[in-house]
């Protein structure tokens, strides 16, 4: 399966920020801490990453960025 690079999906700031962190294995309650942001403020931006990548929930997510940011 081929994936656009990630700089062709247009992340903003802050869900670039929840990328980082969540491909360190941070809890939503951790990247809440970390962003200054409320837990539904990191799932708003989840949700939306989630959307830009085509997939349902985090370890979809997880692998497809995996595959983006290895190339």
């Known amino acids: 399966m081929t994936y656009p ?3 062709k999906i247009d992340f903003t700031d802050k869900e670039l920020a ?3 962190l969540l491909l360190e294995g941070k809890s939503t ?3 809440a801490l970390q ?3 409320s837990t539904r403020g990191v799932e ?3 949700t939306g990453i989630y959307e830009k ?3 349902y929930s985090r ?5 497809k960025l995996i595959h983006l940011f290895e190339k």
Request: aromatic content about 4%.
């Open 5 to 7: 690079p990630p700089e």
């Open 18 to 20: 929840a990328i980082r």
């Open 29 to 31: 309650q951790e990247i």
């Open 35 to 37: 962003l200054g942001v």
């Open 44 to 46: 708003y931006h989840l």
């Open 53 to 55: 990548l085509g997939v």
């Open 59 to 63: 370890a979809e997510a997880i692998i």
